[in-house]
């Protein structure tokens, strides 16, 4: 069988892109052995022509170009949707299913004719992404950026809408997407199947030596860097013999970061109590989870991040606010620590899990547990075998 995913796999010539493990780690598992043949389209605002990369002898990669974002957005992305389509037909890209992961980039519109051999993955939903970010006007020091990012997201949740009203078949992970589709879609037809994790995180990563915290986000304004800051400075206010130091990964924007600070009245934080690690690849990660006590996730919305279920797998414990999927994921105080949205509840959690270390090691070992059966390789194998091939008998 020939599978056709439409996906945001990073271009290998922009190392500023996201590198998207959950494509490339399902990619590998599900043609492992030789079940299934995978072309992954890619497309690539700015590129001038298709290029082809051979990843695997089963995984063909095709990346695509789009137009770029300023003229996309005044053509409310209806230029990417023909450009998108036009080069899926021409270039015979269209196999026996096709699979699109995530409603961000308004795949579906390109493929709308194929809907009956189409699944959609869930990953963010845009629609509450976009009204989060209204809230977040702080996150932008210029404010046409602000009202760029409003209408793309907004226009994006449009488009978002109508694609999952019109498709059938969707994976999912948590209550929180499955409660989205059946909201927008009552009779269609769900599968819940978990992200591959790297196999890098099956090993303990974890340390007792209580001085990193890490946050994993950058400045990316629905990641809650403004609260990490806020209580870490909190921290550091009541233990000032402590050695506790604050690792950020991601991309940190400077002008943004240093609003922040000005912002939250904490800019007398210390230059030398923030490591800041830049984007990390699966090595970097692992050396960050390795040398940390918890991971800090208090973000405004997310679905199921990545960042956090690694962490559970590898016996990191977090605290995450109890928004979006999460509650799906984190069982509180048995395999993780939700808080609502207050700086006081996430430093009153920091606080109770660097003073309690049979609390620490009681959520390690369950984390553990639960997120290792979770994301077994095997189930979320056979789980797409199996709706691959439902499927292709029922088309």
Not at 209 to 237: Q, W
Not at 238 to 249: P, T
Not at 254 to 262: A, C, D, T, Y
Request: aromatic share 10%.
């Amino acid at each position: 069988m020939e599978i056709t995913w439409i996906a945001p796999f990073p271009y290998v010539r922009d190392n500023t892109m996201h590198t998207a493990p959950w494509i490339s780690e399902l990619a590998l598992l599900l043609t492992k052995n030789g079940e299934l043949k995978i072309n992954i389209v890619s497309p690539i605002p700015g590129l001038d022509r298709v290029e082809v990369l051979a990843f695997t002898p089963s995984i063909t990669i095709y990346y695509v170009p789009v137009v770029k974002n300023a003229l996309d957005l005044l053509s409310l992305y209806q230029i990417r949707i023909i450009q998108l389509k036009k080069i899926l037909f021409t270039e015979n890209m269209v196999k026996d299913i096709i699979h699109l992961h995530g409603t961000e980039h308004q795949y579906f519109s390109s493929i709308s004719a194929y809907k009956k051999k189409c699944i959609i993955s869930m990953q963010g939903i845009m629609r509450e992404c976009s009204s989060t970010l209204k809230q977040l006007r702080f996150y932008f020091p210029k404010y046409h950026n602000y009202l760029r990012n409003i209408a793309s997201w907004s226009l994006s949740s449009f488009y978002e809408t109508n694609e999952v009203k019109k498709n059938k078949t969707f994976t999912a992970r948590t209550h929180f997407d499955t409660s989205y589709i059946k909201e927008i879609n009552p009779t269609a037809d769900i599968t819940c199947i978990w992200e591959v994790i790297r196999e890098e995180f099956f090993k303990e990563r974890f340390s007792y030596n209580k001085k990193y915290l890490l946050f994993v986000g950058g400045t990316h304004p629905l990641k809650g860097i403004d609260r990490v800051l806020s209580a870490f400075s909190v921290l550091k206010k009541e233990r000032k013999s402590s050695s506790l130091k604050l690792s950020i990964a991601g991309f940190i924007n400077p002008l943004v970061f240093k609003n922040l600070l000005i912002k939250l009245n904490i800019s007398k934080i210390v230059e030398n109590d923030i490591e800041f690690l830049g984007y990390l690849d699966t090595l970097g990660l692992v050396s960050a989870f390795s040398k940390s006590y918890v991971l800090l996730h208090p973000s405004y919305i997310d679905n199921s991040p990545n960042t956090v279920c690694e962490a559970q797998v590898a016996g990191l414990p977090v605290i995450a606010t109890n928004v979006g999927g999460l509650s799906s994921i984190i069982q509180n105080r048995y395999d993780g620590i939700l808080v609502d949205n207050s700086v006081e509840n996430l430093v009153n959690s920091i606080r109770e899990l660097l003073d309690d270390d049979h609390l620490v090691n009681s959520i390690r070992i369950n984390a553990i547990s639960t997120a290792r059966k979770r994301h077994d390789r095997s189930i979320i194998k056979d789980s797409y075998l199996n709706l691959y091939h439902n499927l292709y008998r029922n088309i």
